[in-house]
């Protein structure tokens, strides 16, 4: 198991399990990818609630 752990892009604080985060992302290419927290850790801009306006 992949440890990934996500952190905001803006305060830099971690996004804990279960906590709900906005994330802007590009939509995969691959089929079948299976590890959505690596994936996101990598290709996308996270942002917690605190610093989101939306
Ligand atoms: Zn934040």
New binding site residues.
Partial sequence: MIKSEIY?S??K?KIEDGEEAYFKLRYPKKKGFTEIKAYLSNESRT??T??CDC
């Fill in positions: 905001c803006k305060c604080r942002i917690c605190n610093c």
